[in-house]
């Protein structure tokens, strides 16, 4: 391979190419990440459907796999948000990332023991606050993002965000409809210093995910997500499945109805007391606007992703998936897909300059 890009972000995180492999739930475990990790990408483990010491031997799997540095997603109104950021420091984890703002105290506890802290967001105002905060860099997801995502594209919301932190800000990576090297020249060309990505490395031959799930969504086209909020309450956009529809076409009591029952199955599986759920539903309460509801319903999540992304089940489970869903065809391993897209950014980036006379 030929061409190397180096950004803000690679300096910062120390990985050799400005590509993200997103913390996805069921999917971004130790095979998947160490794998990104190995091609020169950020890895990212996906926590939040982890008990502690499912995530303590995840990271000890992932480090036998690689010596690359490589990330671990927290949920940062979890009850046990404290443990698991020590847990990090003292097994040498290089980046914190968060699917909700962590308050300045975490950021500080993990920033002065040397884990670089990147959170997700979804508003200019959201970058601003955190970077104030302490962040060292931030994921910005657009709408056409997969799982819980929002209304902005990420062509508005990315220039939107680097233009509210300004020319010196913290580095940004954009998410949300980036597949290929196009995109990662394009993300450069506004600003960016490197792409996340979800659905392509969910599309890798690198993926747990079961091979019949990968083909359902290798069949699918740029109009098959939706974006619905009867899954836990808050939009999420998903692939296109009767389960999906029958939700869409269901009232709120059987939502809920439904939410309880997971709720149930969620604590069996993890060995979670009341006493905590109850907790992190305080907590989750606490740090937005959700709806107890709401809360209530996010208990739909690990499950019915779980039924899809593990167990294989499309009838059962719901299958998170951004639009970009429609443009892949393959499953590569994660080596031949970051050399490919990275080799395609350099030779965007080069045709560029040469209209230049």
């Known amino acids: 391979m030929t061409g190397k890009l180096s950004t803000p972000f690679t300096e910062l995180v120390g990985v ?12 971004s475990g130790p ?29 000890i799997k992932t480090k036998q796999q690689t010596d690359k540095p490589f990330g671990v997603n927290m949920r940062a109104d979890a009850s046990d948000a404290k443990a698991r950021a020590e847990l990090l420091i003292r097994e040498g984890v290089k980046v914190a990332s968060f699917a909700l703002a962590p308050k300045k105290e975490l950021i500080a506890q993990l920033k002065d023991n040397g884990v670089v802290v990147i959170p997700s967001i979804g508003a200019a105002k959201h970058a601003v606050k955190v970077s104030s905060w302490g962040a060292d860099a931030v994921i910005v997801q657009g709408g056409e993002g997969g799982g819980h995502t929002g209304p902005v594209a990420t062509t508005l919301l990315l220039p939107s965000v680097l233009d509210a932190l300004g020319p010196n800000g913290i580095p940004v990576v954009a998410a949300g409809g980036f597949f290929d090297g196009r995109g990662l020249a394009a993300a450069l060309s506004y600003g960016a210093a490197g792409v996340a990505m979800g659905t392509r490395f969910l599309l890798t031959s ?3 995910v079961p091979d019949s799930v990968k083909q359902e969504y290798l069949s699918r086209g740029l109009q098959d997500t939706t ?9 999420h956009r998903v692939l296109n499945t009767e389960l999906v529809n029958a939700l869409e076409g269901s009232n709120g009591a059987r939502g809920l109805a439904a939410a309880v029952s997971n709720a149930v199955k969620f604590k069996a599986m993890t060995g979670m007391k009341w006493s905590t759920i109850a907790r992190d539903g305080l907590a989750m309460k606490k740090a937005g606007d959700r709806t107890w509801q709401q809360i209530i319903m996010a208990a739909n999540t690990p499950m019915l992703l779980k039924a899809g992304l593990v167990e294989g089940n499309t009838h059962a489970g719901v299958l ?10 393959d499953l590569p391993s994660c080596q031949d897909l970051i050399e490919r897209i990275v080799l395609e950014a350099c030779e965007r980036i080069d045709a560029l300059a040469a209209l230049r006379k």
């Open 16 to 27: 050799e190419h400005p590509i993200v492999q997103t913390g996805m739930g069921w999917v």
């Open 31 to 59: 095979a998947l990440t160490s794998a990104t990790a190995n091609a020169g990408g950020l890895g990212i483990l996906a926590s939040a459907t982890m008990t502690y010491e499912e995530l303590e031997q995840a990271i």
């Open 206 to 208: 690198d993926s747990s």
């Open 227 to 235: 974006v619905s909020r009867k899954v836990d309450g808050m939009p």
């Open 320 to 329: 998170a998936s951004g639009q970009v869903v429609g443009m892949i065809e």
